[in-house]
């Protein structure tokens, strides 16, 4: 597949133009099609920097009917540039179907990186960022967007959603049922934009903060939550578990664990579970 040509996944500004890569003008301007989830859309910003390549639609709706012609034109040896409406490509955005049909047909993907929502403002949340999780868009109705929640709420990474200004209050207000009001969280609105915001706080802070202020229930929103920290930062040490031995000769399992976290500064669960281990212990 050596005459075969490449596609590019070209990354596009988010909200501030400025953050366009002179790479991805050259790659657009060089291209000999590009793929883009609203012509219309980006036809604006094709226009504002001047490039006139040839635009197709591919979207959501038509990916799967579109992807066996774009991958013949790209075996015949053309070039075709992907861009979505904001952002990195197939980051809650079409373009995965594309991707893999061109990888499998061993045609060359080449990444054109720049913004993405969910990375910029995991970089600016202040919350830990050696290990976090991408959810993308919770489901629009309650029950199935709680059970997400569910399934997540142990989980020790930041988490990073997106969610529309429609369902905003709604999903704050499940997320602080399900993870806890007092989880510290980031709202991210309109990254990037004139009226970008970042705003930190618990869950429940965020919630009331957003009813308060309906500018603040506007744009697109990037939430981030801490994950549950560790187990292993609090792992029993040799002088909790002597302390916690020496009340168990004295009193229930409940009682010395209530007292052994209040002499240790322990989390009582986690005593509770290691006495129940030293009590079945032969």
């Known amino acids: 597949m050596s005459d075969a040509g490449t596609l590019y996944v070209v990354a596009t500004p988010i909200g501030n133009l400025e953050d366009m890569t002179p790479r991805a003008l050259r790659i657009l301007s060089e ?37 066996p012609r774009l991958v013949e034109i790209l075996k015949g040896g053309k070039s075709i540039a992907f861009i979505t409406d904001a952002g990195t490509p197939l980051v809650s955005d079409p373009g995965f179907l594309l991707v893999r049909a061109a990888r499998q047909a ?25 290990r976090f999780v991408f959810e993308g868009f919770p489901p629009a109705k309650s029950a199935a967007r709680r059970a997400v929640f569910e399934k997540l709420r142990e989980d020790g990474r930041t988490l990073i959603f997106y969610e529309s200004p429609h369902r905003i209050l709604e999903s704050l207000k499940d997320m602080s049922e399900v ?26 802070e965020l919630l009331a903060w957003v009813g308060r202020d309906t500018n603040q229930q506007l744009g697109e929103f990037v939430i981030l939550i801490h994950g549950v920290p560790r187990v292993e930062q609090e792992a029993m040490d040799e002088e909790a578990g002597r302390v916690l031995r020496i009340l168990l000769d004295e009193l229930p399992v409940s009682q010395a664990a209530a007292l052994a976290a209040r002499i240790t500064g322990l989390k009582k669960n986690l005593l509770y579970d290691y006495a129940l281990g030293i009590k079945q212990e032969p």
């Open 31 to 67: 291209a000999d099609l590009i793929a883009a989830e609203d012509t219309r859309h980006s036809g604006k910003l094709l226009r504002h920097f001047g490039i006139g390549t040839k635009t197709e639609a591919i979207h959501e709706h038509n990916e799967r009917s579109q992807v």
């Open 106 to 130: 061993g045609i060359r993907v080449v990444p054109v990186p720049g913004a993405c929502a969910a990375i910029a403002a995991l970089s600016a949340a202040g919350l830990p960022s050696d």
């Open 179 to 204: 993870f806890g009001g007092a989880r510290e969280a980031v709202l991210a609105r309109e990254l990037t934009k004139q009226f970008e915001t970042l705003h930190a706080g618990t869950l429940v």
